[in-house]
Nanobody, 116 residues
């Protein structure tokens, strides 16, 4: 049974930083593509960042230069370092795993609120 557990969300002031973590269990993490998505109230879920099994990364244009995705295959964990946060980054952030057989798994999400 695959489980993805996110942590690290919270309330932060504009310009602040947070680091999200997603711990995976139950499958071959190192061969999987890992994504961070977010969904703001009234909006569709969007992919924020992706890291492939070989470490190639992708970022949503609006977070480029501010967010960094990384992975630790020894710890089966993916991270999202978020700097210079803006109110428009407020959303529930979800961890997503796509396995080598194209099966998708989702975490339950963690709330990020950027407000003064």
């Amino acid at each position: 049974q695959v489980q993805l557990v996110e942590s690290g969300g919270g309330l932060v002031q504009p310009g602040g930083s947070l680091r999200l973590s997603c711990a995976a269990s139950g499958t071959s993490f190192s061969r999987s593509v890992m994504n961070w998505y977010r969904q703001a109230p009234g909006k569709q879920r969007e992919v924020v960042a992706q890291i492939t099994s070989d470490g190639t990364t992708y970022y949503l244009n609006s977070v480029k230069g501010r967010f960094t995705i990384s992975r630790d295959n020894a710890e089966n964990t993916v991270y999202l370092q978020m700097n210079n946060l803006k109110p428009e980054d407020t959303a529930i952030y979800y961890c997503n795993m796509v396995t080598s057989s194209d099966t998708n798994y989702w975490g339950r999400g963690t709330q990020v609120t950027v407000s003064s």
